[in-house]
């Protein structure tokens, strides 16, 4: 199973961004599509996450500016990302939690993308 993620860059404060991560592979579902960041320094924290159902759930500092979404059809999830500040520059990670392959469950991480938000 493999991430593939896309969408970060550089941005002004106040800008947005949109990150997509495709989940492509062989695999019979995914329960959670998340996204993490990590900047310079810091633990890798939580964004936001979304099941396969439709439930999310935001780190504070997100609320109100970022929505998570996701296509279970595609395989997909996307974050919109709006009101950026320079406290939201990180390496961005996609993850899926629960990933079903065969009789078991496995979690994957896809590969960073840098999103950097200028003051």
């Known amino acids: 199973v493999q991430l593939q993620a896309s969408g970060g860059g550089l941005v002004q404060a106040g800008g947005s961004l949109r990150l997509s991560c495709a989940a492509s592979?062989?695999?019979?579902?995914?329960?959670?599509l998340g996204w993490y960041r990590q900047a310079p320094g810091k633990q890798r924290e939580l964004v936001a996450r979304i099941t396969s159902g439709g439930n999310t759930n935001y780190a504070d500092s997100v609320k109100g500016r970022f929505t998570i979404s996701r296509d279970n059809a595609k395989n997909t999830v996307s974050l919109q990302m709006n009101s950026l500040k320079p406290e939201d520059t990180a390496v961005y990670y996609c993850k899926a939690d629960r990933v079903r392959v065969g009789q078991l469950e496995y979690q994957y991480w896809g590969q960073g993308t840098l999103v950097t938000v200028s003051s």
């Open positions: 592979g062989n695999f019979f579902s995914i329960n959670s």
